[in-house]
Protein backbone atom coordinates (compact mmCIF):
# COMPACT_ATOMS: atom_id res chain seq x y z
CA UNK A 1 0.00 0.00 0.00
CA UNK A 2 1.15 3.50 -0.91
CA UNK A 3 2.02 5.42 2.00
CA UNK A 4 1.75 9.37 1.37
CA UNK A 5 3.36 10.36 4.13
CA UNK A 6 6.09 8.05 4.07
CA UNK A 7 6.55 8.76 0.73
CA UNK A 8 6.59 12.53 0.93
CA UNK A 9 8.57 12.70 4.26
CA UNK A 10 11.30 10.24 2.60
CA UNK A 11 11.78 12.30 -0.26
CA UNK A 12 11.53 15.53 1.43
CA UNK A 13 14.10 14.68 3.67
CA UNK A 14 16.34 12.52 1.06
CA UNK A 15 16.51 16.81 -1.11
CA UNK A 16 16.64 18.28 1.57
CA UNK A 17 19.90 20.91 1.83
CA UNK A 18 21.29 23.48 3.48
CA UNK A 19 23.08 25.39 0.76
CA UNK A 20 22.52 27.13 -2.39
CA UNK A 21 20.69 24.41 -4.64
CA UNK A 22 18.79 24.07 -8.15
CA UNK A 23 15.25 23.37 -7.90
CA UNK A 24 14.25 20.49 -10.32
CA UNK A 25 10.35 19.87 -9.76
CA UNK A 26 8.38 18.07 -7.90
CA UNK A 27 8.27 14.15 -6.94
CA UNK A 28 5.03 12.46 -8.42
CA UNK A 29 3.61 9.23 -7.79
CA UNK A 30 1.29 7.49 -9.98
CA UNK A 31 0.36 10.61 -12.30
CA UNK A 32 -0.17 12.77 -8.94
CA UNK A 33 2.38 15.25 -7.69
CA UNK A 34 3.27 16.22 -4.49
CA UNK A 35 4.90 20.00 -3.98
CA UNK A 36 6.16 19.04 -0.59
CA UNK A 37 8.70 16.44 -1.76
CA UNK A 38 10.69 19.13 -3.48
CA UNK A 39 13.41 17.31 -6.04
CA UNK A 40 16.58 20.11 -5.20
CA UNK A 41 19.77 19.66 -6.43
CA UNK A 42 22.68 20.94 -3.92
CA UNK A 43 24.92 23.45 -6.07
CA UNK A 44 28.35 21.89 -4.64
CA UNK A 45 27.32 18.29 -5.79
CA UNK A 46 27.54 19.71 -9.76
CA UNK A 47 31.01 19.09 -10.42
CA UNK A 48 30.37 15.50 -9.72
CA UNK A 49 29.12 15.17 -13.28
CA UNK A 50 25.78 13.92 -14.64
CA UNK A 51 23.58 12.68 -17.28
CA UNK A 52 20.09 13.54 -19.06
CA UNK A 53 18.98 10.66 -20.91
CA UNK A 54 15.37 10.05 -22.95
CA UNK A 55 13.94 9.00 -26.24
CA UNK A 56 13.37 11.78 -28.62
CA UNK A 57 10.75 14.24 -27.73
CA UNK A 58 11.19 13.37 -23.77
CA UNK A 59 12.40 16.80 -22.26
CA UNK A 60 16.11 16.13 -22.77
CA UNK A 61 16.68 19.41 -24.00
CA UNK A 62 14.57 21.19 -21.78
CA UNK A 63 15.75 20.18 -19.06
CA UNK A 64 19.46 20.97 -19.87
CA UNK A 65 18.21 24.44 -20.13
CA UNK A 66 16.55 24.70 -16.90
CA UNK A 67 19.93 23.25 -15.30
CA UNK A 68 21.72 25.97 -17.55
CA UNK A 69 19.56 28.79 -16.51
CA UNK A 70 19.38 27.99 -12.84
CA UNK A 71 23.22 27.58 -12.63
CA UNK A 72 23.39 31.04 -14.59
CA UNK A 73 21.28 32.76 -11.88
CA UNK A 74 23.47 31.39 -9.40
CA UNK A 75 26.90 32.53 -10.81
CA UNK A 76 27.90 29.63 -11.94
CA UNK A 77 29.18 29.95 -15.97
CA UNK A 78 28.52 27.14 -18.53
CA UNK A 79 29.16 26.01 -21.78
CA UNK A 80 26.67 24.46 -23.85
CA UNK A 81 27.35 22.16 -27.19
CA UNK A 82 24.75 22.94 -29.13
CA UNK A 83 24.39 20.58 -31.64
CA UNK A 84 21.21 20.79 -32.95
CA UNK A 85 21.23 24.71 -32.81
CA UNK A 86 18.15 25.08 -30.63
CA UNK A 87 19.43 26.69 -27.19
CA UNK A 88 19.81 30.28 -28.46
CA UNK A 89 16.17 30.78 -26.41
CA UNK A 90 18.17 30.76 -23.12
CA UNK A 91 18.63 34.80 -23.81
CA UNK A 92 14.92 35.26 -24.10
CA UNK A 93 12.90 35.33 -21.02
CA UNK A 94 9.58 32.91 -21.47
CA UNK A 95 6.18 34.38 -22.69
CA UNK A 96 5.13 32.13 -19.77
CA UNK A 97 2.06 30.08 -21.94
CA UNK A 98 -0.68 28.57 -20.53
CA UNK A 99 0.61 25.07 -20.07
CA UNK A 100 3.46 26.67 -18.78
CA UNK A 101 1.77 28.11 -15.80
CA UNK A 102 -0.73 25.23 -15.70
CA UNK A 103 2.90 23.12 -15.08
CA UNK A 104 3.72 25.19 -11.96
CA UNK A 105 0.31 25.29 -10.33
CA UNK A 106 1.00 21.28 -10.19
CA UNK A 107 4.13 21.88 -8.90
CA UNK A 108 3.27 25.07 -6.38
CA UNK A 109 5.76 27.00 -7.43
CA UNK A 110 6.16 30.54 -8.86
CA UNK A 111 6.59 30.59 -12.39
CA UNK A 112 9.05 33.37 -13.13
CA UNK A 113 10.52 34.64 -16.78
CA UNK A 114 14.07 35.53 -17.16
CA UNK A 115 16.90 35.62 -20.29
CA UNK A 116 20.16 34.86 -19.15
CA UNK A 117 22.88 36.12 -20.51
CA UNK A 118 24.08 34.32 -23.59
CA UNK A 119 27.58 34.50 -26.15
CA UNK A 120 27.28 32.39 -29.34
CA UNK A 121 30.64 30.52 -29.84
CA UNK A 122 31.45 28.67 -33.15
CA UNK A 123 34.44 26.68 -34.75
CA UNK A 124 33.27 26.98 -38.23
CA UNK A 125 33.24 30.37 -39.98
CA UNK A 126 28.87 30.29 -38.75
CA UNK A 127 28.26 33.39 -37.29
CA UNK A 128 30.26 34.14 -33.50
CA UNK A 129 32.75 34.07 -31.18
CA UNK A 130 35.56 32.06 -33.02
CA UNK A 131 37.06 29.13 -30.82
CA UNK A 132 40.38 27.87 -32.28
CA UNK A 133 43.74 26.14 -30.85
CA UNK A 134 46.98 25.59 -31.65
CA UNK A 135 48.77 22.70 -33.11
CA UNK A 136 51.98 23.52 -30.27
CA UNK A 137 48.78 24.09 -27.56
CA UNK A 138 47.53 20.73 -28.91
CA UNK A 139 50.86 19.04 -28.41
CA UNK A 140 52.53 15.72 -29.56
CA UNK A 141 50.55 13.15 -27.03
CA UNK A 142 47.02 14.22 -27.95
CA UNK A 143 47.48 15.08 -31.39
CA UNK A 144 49.10 11.55 -31.78
CA UNK A 145 46.05 10.00 -29.88
CA UNK A 146 43.54 12.00 -32.21
CA UNK A 147 45.54 10.97 -35.52
CA UNK A 148 46.06 7.41 -34.08
CA UNK A 149 49.54 6.96 -34.66
CA UNK A 150 51.73 3.89 -34.23
CA UNK A 151 54.17 4.47 -30.99
CA UNK A 152 57.19 4.51 -33.97
CA UNK A 153 54.86 7.41 -35.57
CA UNK A 154 53.97 9.15 -32.10
CA UNK A 155 57.82 9.08 -31.68
CA UNK A 156 58.14 10.79 -34.61
CA UNK A 157 55.35 13.39 -34.41
CA UNK A 158 57.42 14.40 -30.64
CA UNK A 159 60.53 14.97 -32.36
CA UNK A 160 58.57 17.00 -34.89
CA UNK A 161 57.70 19.17 -31.68
CA UNK A 162 60.82 19.16 -30.08
CA UNK A 163 62.48 20.49 -33.13
CA UNK A 164 60.70 23.47 -33.75
CA UNK A 165 60.56 23.76 -29.82
CA UNK A 166 64.51 24.19 -30.40
CA UNK A 167 64.49 26.38 -33.31
CA UNK A 168 61.52 28.37 -32.33
CA UNK A 169 59.45 27.74 -34.93
CA UNK A 170 55.69 27.78 -34.04
CA UNK A 171 53.26 25.24 -34.69
CA UNK A 172 49.99 27.43 -35.79
CA UNK A 173 47.77 25.44 -37.91
CA UNK A 174 48.24 22.03 -39.97
CA UNK A 175 49.82 23.88 -42.84
CA UNK A 176 52.22 24.26 -40.58
CA UNK A 177 53.16 21.12 -39.18
CA UNK A 178 52.56 19.36 -42.80
CA UNK A 179 55.50 21.67 -44.35
CA UNK A 180 57.73 20.46 -41.42
CA UNK A 181 56.81 16.40 -41.45
CA UNK A 182 57.56 16.98 -45.32
CA UNK A 183 60.62 18.96 -44.30
CA UNK A 184 62.39 16.85 -42.45
CA UNK A 185 62.61 13.96 -44.58
CA UNK A 186 63.49 16.31 -47.17
CA UNK A 187 65.55 19.52 -47.31
CA UNK A 188 66.11 19.05 -43.70
CA UNK A 189 66.86 15.25 -43.54
CA UNK A 190 70.42 15.61 -43.24
CA UNK A 191 70.02 18.09 -40.19
CA UNK A 192 67.09 16.30 -38.77
CA UNK A 193 69.62 13.02 -38.77
CA UNK A 194 72.75 14.34 -37.58
CA UNK A 195 70.71 15.70 -34.51
CA UNK A 196 67.48 13.85 -33.81
CA UNK A 197 68.06 10.64 -35.62
CA UNK A 198 66.59 9.45 -38.93
CA UNK A 199 63.06 9.83 -40.04
CA UNK A 200 61.67 7.69 -42.56
CA UNK A 201 59.53 8.99 -45.10
CA UNK A 202 57.65 6.20 -45.24
CA UNK A 203 56.29 6.99 -41.61
CA UNK A 204 55.88 10.71 -42.42
CA UNK A 205 53.81 9.87 -45.51
CA UNK A 206 51.28 7.46 -42.77
CA UNK A 207 51.32 10.74 -40.58
CA UNK A 208 50.64 12.94 -43.52
CA UNK A 209 47.90 10.87 -44.72
CA UNK A 210 46.22 11.26 -41.21
CA UNK A 211 46.22 14.56 -40.98
CA UNK A 212 44.62 14.81 -44.46
CA UNK A 213 41.70 12.60 -43.18
CA UNK A 214 41.42 14.85 -39.97
CA UNK A 215 41.31 17.84 -42.18
CA UNK A 216 38.70 16.27 -44.48
CA UNK A 217 36.26 16.70 -41.46
CA UNK A 218 37.14 20.02 -41.16
CA UNK A 219 39.76 20.73 -38.64
CA UNK A 220 41.57 23.00 -40.29
CA UNK A 221 39.22 25.13 -39.12
CA UNK A 222 39.89 24.86 -35.34
CA UNK A 223 43.32 24.34 -35.54
CA UNK A 224 45.21 28.40 -35.91
CA UNK A 225 45.01 31.75 -34.31
CA UNK A 226 43.82 33.85 -32.33
CA UNK A 227 43.45 30.69 -29.97
CA UNK A 228 40.77 30.75 -27.54
CA UNK A 229 41.35 31.29 -23.23
CA UNK A 230 39.38 29.17 -21.81
CA UNK A 231 39.07 32.08 -18.68
CA UNK A 232 36.94 34.27 -21.59
CA UNK A 233 34.34 31.04 -20.37
CA UNK A 234 34.17 32.11 -16.93
CA UNK A 235 32.65 35.39 -17.13
CA UNK A 236 29.91 36.82 -15.12
CA UNK A 237 27.65 39.67 -15.87
CA UNK A 238 27.18 43.12 -14.05
CA UNK A 239 24.64 41.32 -11.74
CA UNK A 240 26.77 38.17 -10.96
CA UNK A 241 25.29 36.05 -13.25
CA UNK A 242 27.76 33.23 -15.40
CA UNK A 243 27.24 33.95 -19.02
CA UNK A 244 26.14 30.76 -20.86
CA UNK A 245 28.22 30.09 -23.63
CA UNK A 246 26.31 28.29 -26.31
CA UNK A 247 28.98 26.83 -29.19
CA UNK A 248 26.74 26.20 -32.06
CA UNK A 249 27.68 23.18 -33.76
CA UNK A 250 24.96 22.62 -36.05
CA UNK A 251 27.51 21.40 -38.54
CA UNK A 252 29.43 18.60 -36.61
CA UNK A 253 26.83 16.12 -36.56
CA UNK A 254 28.10 14.00 -39.61
CA UNK A 255 31.81 14.86 -38.43
CA UNK A 256 32.14 12.67 -34.63
CA UNK A 257 36.09 12.19 -35.40
CA UNK A 258 35.96 16.21 -35.34
CA UNK A 259 33.98 16.78 -32.21
CA UNK A 260 35.67 14.21 -30.32
CA UNK A 261 38.96 16.04 -31.31
CA UNK A 262 38.05 19.07 -30.35
CA UNK A 263 36.06 18.28 -26.90
CA UNK A 264 39.31 15.97 -26.14
CA UNK A 265 41.29 19.21 -26.49
CA UNK A 266 38.80 21.14 -24.83
CA UNK A 267 38.71 19.27 -21.88
CA UNK A 268 42.48 19.19 -21.89
CA UNK A 269 43.18 22.88 -21.85
CA UNK A 270 40.42 23.26 -19.19
CA UNK A 271 42.37 21.06 -17.31
CA UNK A 272 45.62 22.57 -17.58
CA UNK A 273 44.29 26.13 -17.31
CA UNK A 274 42.15 26.48 -14.29
CA UNK A 275 43.78 25.90 -10.52
CA UNK A 276 42.66 23.12 -8.19
CA UNK A 277 39.31 23.88 -6.19
CA UNK A 278 39.30 22.21 -3.04
CA UNK A 279 35.96 21.63 -1.27
CA UNK A 280 33.46 24.57 -2.71
CA UNK A 281 29.97 25.33 -2.62
CA UNK A 282 29.45 25.68 -5.83
CA UNK A 283 31.43 24.74 -9.32
CA UNK A 284 33.59 26.86 -11.17
CA UNK A 285 31.80 25.87 -14.74
CA UNK A 286 29.54 23.30 -15.92
CA UNK A 287 29.93 21.93 -19.66
CA UNK A 288 26.65 20.43 -21.27
CA UNK A 289 27.34 17.82 -24.59
CA UNK A 290 23.99 17.41 -26.13
CA UNK A 291 24.11 14.68 -28.51
CA UNK A 292 26.79 13.02 -26.26
CA UNK A 293 27.09 9.77 -28.22
CA UNK A 294 28.77 11.46 -30.90
CA UNK A 295 32.02 11.88 -28.97
CA UNK A 296 32.30 7.97 -27.81
CA UNK A 297 30.97 6.82 -31.46
CA UNK A 298 34.29 6.39 -33.20
CA UNK A 299 36.34 6.86 -30.86
CA UNK A 300 39.59 4.86 -30.68
CA UNK A 301 40.35 2.58 -27.59
CA UNK A 302 43.22 5.20 -27.02
CA UNK A 303 40.74 8.44 -27.27
CA UNK A 304 38.06 6.80 -24.81
CA UNK A 305 40.83 6.00 -22.38
CA UNK A 306 41.68 9.32 -22.63
CA UNK A 307 38.54 10.99 -21.85
CA UNK A 308 37.65 8.49 -19.11
CA UNK A 309 40.85 9.98 -17.35
CA UNK A 310 40.08 13.44 -18.06
CA UNK A 311 36.80 13.35 -16.66
CA UNK A 312 37.89 11.94 -13.47
CA UNK A 313 40.69 14.25 -13.21
CA UNK A 314 38.33 17.53 -14.48
CA UNK A 315 36.02 17.31 -11.02
CA UNK A 316 38.92 18.49 -8.88
CA UNK A 317 39.15 21.79 -10.77
CA UNK A 318 35.86 22.27 -9.97
CA UNK A 319 34.15 21.83 -13.35
CA UNK A 320 31.15 19.13 -13.91
CA UNK A 321 30.59 17.79 -17.14
CA UNK A 322 27.12 16.65 -17.99
CA UNK A 323 26.01 14.17 -20.93
CA UNK A 324 22.52 14.57 -23.14
CA UNK A 325 21.80 11.73 -25.36
CA UNK A 326 19.07 9.19 -25.99
CA UNK A 327 20.37 5.85 -24.90
CA UNK A 328 22.24 5.73 -21.45
CA UNK A 329 24.32 3.14 -22.80
CA UNK A 330 25.79 5.44 -25.25
CA UNK A 331 28.33 6.44 -22.64
CA UNK A 332 30.67 4.09 -21.82
CA UNK A 333 30.35 1.92 -18.31
CA UNK A 334 33.53 3.26 -16.77
CA UNK A 335 31.98 7.03 -17.63
CA UNK A 336 28.78 6.47 -16.54
CA UNK A 337 30.11 5.04 -12.98
CA UNK A 338 31.33 8.63 -12.33
CA UNK A 339 27.87 10.44 -12.84
CA UNK A 340 26.46 12.24 -9.64
CA UNK A 341 22.96 13.65 -10.90
CA UNK A 342 20.93 11.48 -13.25
CA UNK A 343 18.05 13.11 -15.35
CA UNK A 344 16.17 9.73 -17.08
CA UNK A 345 13.27 10.51 -19.10
CA UNK A 346 10.81 7.96 -20.85
CA UNK A 347 12.37 5.53 -23.37
CA UNK A 348 10.65 3.96 -25.95
CA UNK A 349 9.96 -0.17 -26.08
CA UNK A 350 9.36 -0.55 -29.54
CA UNK A 351 11.76 -3.64 -29.91
CA UNK A 352 13.30 -6.32 -28.00
CA UNK A 353 16.49 -4.65 -28.14
CA UNK A 354 14.46 -1.61 -26.70
CA UNK A 355 12.95 -3.59 -23.63
CA UNK A 356 16.51 -5.02 -23.28
CA UNK A 357 18.33 -1.38 -22.96
CA UNK A 358 15.32 -0.26 -20.23
CA UNK A 359 15.72 -3.28 -18.20
CA UNK A 360 19.74 -2.62 -18.32
CA UNK A 361 18.71 1.23 -17.69
CA UNK A 362 16.56 0.75 -14.60
CA UNK A 363 19.28 -0.98 -12.92
CA UNK A 364 21.80 1.74 -12.89
CA UNK A 365 18.85 3.30 -10.90
CA UNK A 366 18.68 2.68 -6.64
CA UNK A 367 16.37 0.38 -5.76
CA UNK A 368 13.12 2.19 -4.87
CA UNK A 369 9.78 1.06 -2.24
CA UNK A 370 7.92 3.68 -4.35
CA UNK A 371 8.73 2.60 -8.08
CA UNK A 372 8.83 -0.05 -10.74
CA UNK A 373 12.03 1.55 -11.98
CA UNK A 374 11.25 -0.41 -15.40
CA UNK A 375 7.61 0.50 -15.70
CA UNK A 376 8.10 4.22 -14.58
CA UNK A 377 10.46 4.24 -17.40
CA UNK A 378 8.21 3.61 -20.19
CA UNK A 379 4.82 5.47 -18.69
CA UNK A 380 6.93 8.85 -18.19
CA UNK A 381 5.14 11.80 -19.34
CA UNK A 382 7.18 14.87 -21.52
CA UNK A 383 8.95 17.19 -19.19
CA UNK A 384 9.03 14.29 -16.34
CA UNK A 385 12.16 12.22 -15.69
CA UNK A 386 13.08 9.89 -12.87
CA UNK A 387 15.85 11.56 -11.00
CA UNK A 388 18.51 10.30 -8.49
CA UNK A 389 21.43 13.17 -7.51
CA UNK A 390 24.13 13.22 -4.33
CA UNK A 391 23.16 14.89 -1.31
CA UNK A 392 25.91 17.74 0.05
CA UNK A 393 27.30 14.84 1.83
CA UNK A 394 27.73 12.88 -1.58
CA UNK A 395 25.25 10.38 -1.03
CA UNK A 396 23.04 9.11 -3.45
CA UNK A 397 18.97 10.73 -2.95
CA UNK A 398 16.05 8.63 -3.63
CA UNK A 399 14.90 7.53 -6.70
CA UNK A 400 12.20 10.18 -7.61
CA UNK A 401 9.87 10.45 -11.15
CA UNK A 402 10.03 14.37 -11.20
CA UNK A 403 7.83 16.55 -12.53
CA UNK A 404 10.17 18.97 -14.39
CA UNK A 405 9.69 22.48 -13.97
CA UNK A 406 9.60 24.64 -17.12
CA UNK A 407 12.07 26.57 -18.62
CA UNK A 408 12.50 30.51 -17.42
CA UNK A 409 13.96 31.49 -20.97
CA UNK A 410 12.06 30.70 -24.14
CA UNK A 411 11.79 26.93 -25.34
CA UNK A 412 12.02 27.90 -29.37
CA UNK A 413 15.01 29.71 -30.44
CA UNK A 414 15.63 33.32 -31.76
CA UNK A 415 14.77 34.83 -34.96
CA UNK A 416 18.05 35.05 -37.17
CA UNK A 417 18.00 38.89 -36.63
CA UNK A 418 17.31 38.35 -32.71
CA UNK A 419 20.51 36.19 -33.09
CA UNK A 420 22.42 38.80 -34.81
CA UNK A 421 21.65 41.25 -32.91
CA UNK A 422 23.34 39.14 -29.81
CA UNK A 423 26.59 38.63 -31.93
CA UNK A 424 26.67 41.84 -32.68
CA UNK A 425 26.91 43.03 -28.96
CA UNK A 426 29.05 40.46 -28.07
CA UNK A 427 32.19 41.75 -26.40
CA UNK A 428 34.22 38.65 -27.28
CA UNK A 429 34.09 39.04 -30.78
CA UNK A 430 36.47 42.23 -31.27
CA UNK A 431 39.38 39.86 -29.18
CA UNK A 432 39.11 36.68 -31.70
CA UNK A 433 37.06 36.90 -34.58
CA UNK A 434 40.07 38.55 -37.10
CA UNK A 435 42.41 36.40 -38.42
CA UNK A 436 45.80 36.85 -37.68
CA UNK A 437 48.15 35.30 -40.12
CA UNK A 438 51.48 35.09 -37.57
CA UNK A 439 54.72 33.94 -39.51
CA UNK A 440 55.01 30.15 -38.49
CA UNK A 441 56.61 27.18 -39.16
CA UNK A 442 54.86 27.03 -42.90
CA UNK A 443 56.13 30.60 -44.08
CA UNK A 444 59.49 30.25 -42.18
CA UNK A 445 60.71 26.83 -43.89
CA UNK A 446 59.44 28.14 -46.78
CA UNK A 447 61.68 30.94 -46.88
CA UNK A 448 64.62 29.01 -45.44
CA UNK A 449 64.55 26.55 -48.39
CA UNK A 450 64.28 28.99 -50.64
CA UNK A 451 67.06 31.27 -49.30
CA UNK A 452 69.27 28.02 -49.24
CA UNK A 453 68.34 27.73 -52.97
CA UNK A 454 69.25 30.88 -53.43
CA UNK A 455 72.60 30.45 -51.74
CA UNK A 456 72.81 27.66 -54.02
CA UNK A 457 72.44 28.93 -56.89
CA UNK A 458 74.87 31.93 -56.03
CA UNK A 459 77.66 29.61 -55.16
CA UNK A 460 77.40 27.70 -58.34
CA UNK A 461 77.15 30.80 -60.52
CA UNK A 462 80.25 31.86 -58.59
CA UNK A 463 82.09 28.58 -59.23
CA UNK A 464 80.77 28.44 -62.78
CA UNK A 465 82.40 32.20 -63.06
CA UNK A 466 85.81 31.24 -61.69
CA UNK A 467 85.74 28.37 -63.97
CA UNK A 468 85.32 30.47 -67.29
CA UNK A 469 87.39 32.96 -66.34
CA UNK A 470 90.18 30.29 -65.55
CA UNK A 471 89.53 29.22 -69.39
CA UNK A 472 89.29 32.22 -70.58
CA UNK A 473 92.19 33.60 -69.25
CA UNK A 474 94.00 30.44 -70.77
CA UNK A 475 92.79 30.67 -74.16
CA UNK A 476 93.33 34.43 -74.06
CA UNK A 477 91.88 34.25 -77.40
CA UNK A 478 88.02 34.30 -76.39
CA UNK A 479 86.21 38.04 -76.46
CA UNK A 480 84.66 39.16 -73.20
CA UNK A 481 81.34 39.39 -75.05
CA UNK A 482 81.65 35.62 -75.34
CA UNK A 483 82.18 34.99 -71.74
CA UNK A 484 79.52 37.10 -70.30
CA UNK A 485 76.84 35.19 -72.62
CA UNK A 486 78.56 32.21 -70.88
CA UNK A 487 77.97 33.40 -67.49
CA UNK A 488 73.93 34.68 -68.20
CA UNK A 489 73.81 30.91 -69.85
CA UNK A 490 74.54 29.33 -66.62
CA UNK A 491 73.15 31.86 -64.09
CA UNK A 492 70.06 31.00 -65.86
CA UNK A 493 70.34 27.04 -66.24
CA UNK A 494 68.30 24.80 -64.70
CA UNK A 495 71.11 23.00 -62.56
CA UNK A 496 71.44 25.96 -60.17
CA UNK A 497 68.65 25.62 -58.36
CA UNK A 498 69.65 22.72 -56.13
CA UNK A 499 73.27 21.35 -55.86
CA UNK A 500 76.01 21.88 -53.16
CA UNK A 501 74.95 20.32 -50.24
CA UNK A 502 75.33 21.52 -46.88
CA UNK A 503 74.66 25.25 -47.45
CA UNK A 504 70.88 24.48 -45.79
CA UNK A 505 73.20 22.68 -42.91
CA UNK A 506 74.94 25.94 -42.31
CA UNK A 507 71.67 28.26 -42.46
CA UNK A 508 69.40 26.30 -40.18
CA UNK A 509 72.61 26.53 -37.29
N1 LIG B 1 10.17 20.91 -18.42
C1 LIG B 1 9.29 21.15 -19.39
N2 LIG B 1 8.33 22.07 -19.23
C2 LIG B 1 7.45 22.35 -20.20
N3 LIG B 1 7.45 21.74 -21.40
C3 LIG B 1 8.39 20.82 -21.65
C4 LIG B 1 9.36 20.48 -20.65
N4 LIG B 1 10.16 19.53 -21.17
C5 LIG B 1 9.72 19.29 -22.41
N5 LIG B 1 8.67 20.05 -22.73
C6 LIG B 1 7.95 20.05 -24.01
O1 LIG B 1 8.40 18.95 -24.81
C7 LIG B 1 9.01 19.40 -26.02
C8 LIG B 1 10.19 18.53 -26.38
O2 LIG B 1 11.21 18.70 -25.44
P1 LIG B 1 12.76 18.64 -25.82
O3 LIG B 1 13.05 19.43 -27.03
O4 LIG B 1 13.49 19.00 -24.58
O5 LIG B 1 12.93 17.10 -26.15
P2 LIG B 1 14.30 16.26 -26.41
O6 LIG B 1 14.24 15.08 -25.53
O7 LIG B 1 15.45 17.14 -26.28
O8 LIG B 1 14.11 15.79 -27.90
P3 LIG B 1 15.23 15.44 -29.00
O9 LIG B 1 15.77 14.09 -28.67
O10 LIG B 1 14.47 15.42 -30.26
O11 LIG B 1 16.26 16.51 -28.93
C9 LIG B 1 9.33 20.86 -25.77
O12 LIG B 1 9.34 21.61 -26.95
C10 LIG B 1 8.26 21.31 -24.81
O13 LIG B 1 7.08 21.69 -25.49
MG1 LIG C 1 16.98 17.74 -27.63
Same mark, same amino acid.
Do not use: W
Given at each position: ???????????? !?????????????? /?????????? +???????????????????????????????????? $??? #?? &????? &??????????? !???? /??????????????????????????????? #? %??????????? &?????????????????????? @??????????????? $????????????????????????????? =???? =?????????????????????????????? %?????????????????????????????? @??????????????? &????????????????????????????????????????????????????????????????????? %?????????????????????????????? +?? #?? /???????????? +????? /????????? !????????????????????????????? =???????? +???? %?? $????????????????????????????? #?????? !?????????????????
Amino acid at each position: MFNKQHFTELLS !SGYQTKGEFIYLGA /AMHQGEVYPE +AAVKIPLKTLNRHGLIAGATGTGKSKTLQILAENLS $KKG #VP &VLLMD &VKGDMSGLFKP !SAGE /AFILSRHDKLNFPFEATGSPVEILSLSEENG #V %RLRATVTEFGP &VLLSRILELSPAQSGIMSVIFK @YCDDKHLPLLDLKDL $KKILQYSTEDGKEEFEKSYGRISAASTGA =ILRN =IVTLEQQGAYLFFGERSFEVEDLLRKNSDG %RGYINILRLTDIQDRPKLFSTFMLSLLAEI @YNSFPEQGDSDKPRL &VLFIDEAHLIFDQASDALLNQIESIVKLIRSKGVGLFFVTQNPADVPADVLGQLGLKVQHALRAFTAKD %RKAIKLAAENYPVSDFYDTKDELTTLGIGE +AL #VT /ALDEKGRPTPLA +ATMLR /APMSRMDIL !SEEELQDLIDNSTLKEKYNHNIDRESAYE =ILTQKIER +ADRE %RA $KEKAEEERKKIEKTSSRRRTSSAGDSQKA #VIKVLT !SATFIRGVMGVLNKLLK
